[in-house]
């Protein structure tokens, strides 16, 4: 979680405090070379709230 303030001094400034925050999982498929990550992140929006979030980490081998 982190609290955030997203204004442009124009706006209330109850309206620009947002709480936002991420929840991820990292799977690893194949030890040492890739892991997968999944989660959402939460980003207190009024038209998005929640986010699917999604993706993987590679690390090269160094012999090749």
Do not use: C, H, K
Not at 10 to 24: K, M
Not at 32 to 55: C, H, K, M, T
């Amino acid at each position: 979680m982190a609290p955030s303030y997203y204004g442009d001094l124009e706006v209330d400034a109850s309206d620009a405090f947002r709480l936002t925050g991420r929840g991820l999982a990292r799977f690893d498929w194949v030890p040492d070379r890739l892991q997968l990550l999944f989660g959402v992140l939460y980003l207190n929006r009024d038209n998005v709230r929640i986010l699917p979030a999604g993706g993987f980490i590679w690390t090269p081998s160094d012999s090749q």
